[in-house]
């Protein structure tokens, strides 16, 4: 299995801007997750999905930021308008199931810098 | 509000010694501890996850221990490699739900050669 795939890894783009992550979770999981890194406040889980509903979005920081999960393999973060505060890593995981660690697998991330 | 402090936030060390990385929490109540690597450029990778009833678990050269009681647990590394040289991050579940995990900010580790 090729685990979780996140593009574009790297993305720069101008203050205003539409950004768009993308996911693909492993096949089979039916969890997924979205994250955010930085080094001032670490790992925080922004969104979840189970079976691609979204379960708690609690952790979206504001309405500038949404998530979608059409279908069980691909799920995407939007920022728009996208500021330079949103800049950090975001990390993608899924999982076979909630409450234990069967397989839960972190992409590779997307480090996005807005200037 | 549930914390997750670790210790030391860095730490370098020469290759082939030990050390001894420290997580103390506040998440009540408590379900399970992980502890994450995390190679630079790389998501997290899960090294250990520990329940209530066990204090103890390996994985190869990596040692977790939980103390449930006074909230503290230790990752100890042996024989390290360059390899190793990553940030390791502790992490507490609240209850069997991902919504209440709480991360801390994870201690790097540099190891020599």
């Known amino acids: 299995d090729a685990g979780v795939i996140q593009s574009p890894r790297h993305e720069v783009t101008e203050m205003g801007q539409e950004v768009t992550l993308r996911c693909k979770p492993i096949?089979?999981?039916?969890?997924l997750f979205w994250y955010r890194q930085t080094m001032m406040r670490g790992l925080e889980l922004l969104i979840y999905?189970?079976?691609?509903?979204?379960?708690?979005d609690s952790g979206m920081p504001e309405d500038r930021f949404s998530a979608k999960m059409p279908n069980a393999s691909f799920s995407t973060l939007k920022i728009q308008p996208s500021e330079p505060r949103d800049s950090a890593v975001y990390f993608c995981?899924?999982?076979?199931?909630?409450?234990?660690?069967?397989?839960?697998?972190f992409g590779s991330g997307t480090r996005l810098t807005v200037v | 509000k549930n914390q997750v402090e670790q210790s030391p936030q860095s730490l370098i060390i020469l290759e082939g010694k030990n050390c001894t990385l420290q997580?103390?929490?506040?998440?009540?109540?408590?379900?399970?501890l992980r502890w994450y690597k995390q190679d630079t450029g790389r998501g997290p990778v899960s090294l250990t996850i520990?329940?209530?009833?066990?204090n103890t678990k390996s994985n190869g050269r990596y040692t977790a221990t939980l103390d449930a009681d006074t909230k503290q647990s230790s990752l100890h590394i042996t024989a390290s490699q360059l390899s190793d040289s990553a940030s390791y991050i502790c992490?507490?579940?609240?209850?069997?739900?991902?919504?209440?995990?709480?991360f801390g900010k994870g201690t790097m580790l540099l190891v020599s050669p």
């Open positions: 995981a899924s999982s076979l199931s909630r409450g234990l660690d069967y397989g839960y697998t």
């Open positions: 096949s089979g999981h039916d969890y």
């Open positions: 999905f189970n079976n691609n509903v979204p379960i708690d």
């Open positions: 997580c103390n929490y506040t998440v009540s109540p408590f379900s399970n």
């Open positions: 520990m329940t209530f009833s066990e």
């Open positions: 992490v507490v579940s609240e209850d069997s739900g991902y919504s209440t995990l709480t």
